[in-house]
């Protein structure tokens, strides 16, 4: 019977196939594709680095943490989301918390978060929304919701001597409707909201 | 704000644009696999390959191209991992570990992508380049070889063949896959998806912190990513790092990827059968389970129904801003009833019903409307037990599309419908009940006490046995035990239905056809299709019941 000869046939086809395969699927399709972000496109294939006074502070699309290294909130800046990569904001270990919904440790850390931001805040603890309260997917979470960007307001325009209207209007310059219109919810980026509190407190 | 007002604008856009492509899809991949013509370059590969294209595989010679490629492929890919630190662009990361190595390469050559490891600190760019994404076209490939090879079984009278293997492979390769992932990553490119070598760089942030920023050729790992239901991703959170995906409007296109191939192939099986409401028919069953998934998903995760959401306010945690609770269980759900597997928010921290229904969605055998190709042999397996079922009941010999359902052909069938649910049992089950893995899966592995962590194991194997890939992703897989059971269950969760299918196939096609009387049922019309879904669910339903019931059912509902 040939069929184990056939087997060993098809072994050698199939070590051929993978050899070129290979070749064309894992080395030049992507080499194509990032020569064409080399070209055709701006800083995106890069991860759109951000630059302040000549220097990059991060990425557009990527948050940060604007907290002390104790992890505590640095009070003159707006706050990101609780992160979950690395001590937070890693960019080397993006991750969620992966808590459960009845876990213990994350019903815990959401009653510290809310009691620590109604304090920070100076609010009742009930007015903090929920993404202040919890880790994110990637735990690079560029964004906010404009309810936690604006309850920090007042905060800011204290400690900075700035008025809250200038504020508020900065947030809203800010915010960023839902995709087309439809898709995704309304959204801040706190990083490009940061870099103008400080262009507006110079 | 009412659930309508929130799901039907994203849910309708999809629709939209599935109705839109899935003809001139489904229709240009049945002139692709049925074409006499080869390409000048195809010719070319075929010379290298020694492979004549012209002539016809049995089915057990077609089972051999698959078995041995994938072989070779599984091969290739540990190798890759082993030699690590030898191989440009490592980063610096050392050599994959055996255990870890093996796991990670039966996972990407079955489609699964299953990621016991970190990817930031565990792979290099060539590895993710030249082994994974390479992986993630060809599995793809292989699962279109399989689908369009059980159509043929269908279409051929008195044959002993399917057609080749290679040349399917090629034409997935080339014709489908390729020039569908180079589109796509241009696009994902423009909305913001990385595409370089850079490696981590360490940047000073607003405040005077450190950060490290990755780099990495992410667009074009993405594109096979998604357009190949595999699901990998490039970083530890997968689509929900905003180098993968950076916007709402890329999480929707990403959907609109992992759906296209899977919701277009009924619409070229109905093409190659000649009876395109046939397709329909497979089409509308996988359809109505998937809006009724989508659905319950949606309302569990909007009404943050458990302690923590109730603490939050709402089902936050492990969700991006951006995307929201109504982007994240869209994204979630396709990608679970695909056999994608990708994740743009951590199901882990779902609520408990929400939870669960990303494992219902694989449990129901990833049909709805599963993987590339995989999805639509797995549903057609169903029909012929459905058409089985309904002759028992009305006492008629059961037959589908001229092809007589005897005694072969059920037992086939029926080994099909088992493998899945008897590994996805068995391995939970041994998780839990040899003591010694118990502890380590008590001790090192589970995440989340309590119910929750059965909920964690059992989904680890229901993503496994279905090559879907997704997790709850606090469970730590990279042990000893889990490493190899789920490689295994991986392995023969991929390649034993691939077994029966082809098989089935051969039996099929060695078939004459049975003429179209007053007696044959019709498999055409919204009562078949009814039936289709009835015996979907319901096989789920009996088999799962009772250990859904111990984990997210019972944390849910106390």
Redesign the interface.
Known sequence: MSSSRSTVRQLGTAVRALVVLTLVLGVGYPLAITGVGRLALDDRADGQPVTLDGRTVGSAIIGQGFTDAEGAALPEWFQSRPSAAGDGYDGGASSGSNLGPENPDLVAAIEDRRAAVADLEGVDPAAVPADALTTSGSGLDPHISPGYALLQVPRIAAERGLDEADLEALVDATTQGPDLGYLGEPTVDVLQLNIALAALDT | MTLAAVLV??LL?VVVVLALIHRPLGDYMARTFTSGRDLSVERG?YR????DPASSQSW??YL??VL??S???VL?VYLLQRTQALLPYSLGLPAVPEGLAFNTAVSFVTNTNWQSY?P??TLGYTVQ???L??QN??SAAVGLAVAVAFVRGFVARRSATLGNF?VD?TRA?LRIL?PG??VA??IL??G?V?????G?TT?????G?E?????G?V???EAIKMLGTNGGGF???NS????EN????T??FQVILMLAIPFSLPRTFGTMIGQRRQGYAILGAMAAIFLVSLTAATIAELSA?????Q??????????????IV??VLFGSVSTLTSTGA????H?????IG?MLPMINMMLGEVAPGGVGSGLYGMLVLAVVTVFISGLLVGRTPEYLGKKIGAREIKLASLYILTMPALVLAGTALSFAVPALREDIDGTSI??????GL?EVLYAFTSAANNNGSA???LTANTPWLNTALGVTMLLARFLPIVFVLALAGAFAAQGRVPVTAGTLPTDRVQSTTLLVGVTVIVTALTFFPVLALGPLA?GLL
């Open positions: 604008p994203p856009t590969f290298l390959l020694g492979v057990r010679s051999t191209g041995a490629f072989a070779v492929s290739l970190s930031e600190v380049m030249v082994g994404a390479v076209f060809v290679w492979l390769l390729l992932a180079l990553a241009l490119l423009a913001g990385i595409q370089n070598f850079n981590f940047v000073a942030t607003l405040t912190g950060q490290v920023i990755p780099g050729p667009a074009s790992q970083f530890n959170a929900a790092h905003p180098f950076p916007s709402p409007w999480s929707l129904g458990g302690t923590a959401p603490a939050a306010g709402s089902a936050m945690e492990g969700k991006e801003q951006r995307f929201g982007g994240s994740v743009n928010s951590m882990d921290s779902y609520t408990a939870g995440l989340n006490p309590g119910l929750h909920s709850f992703a606090g944390e």
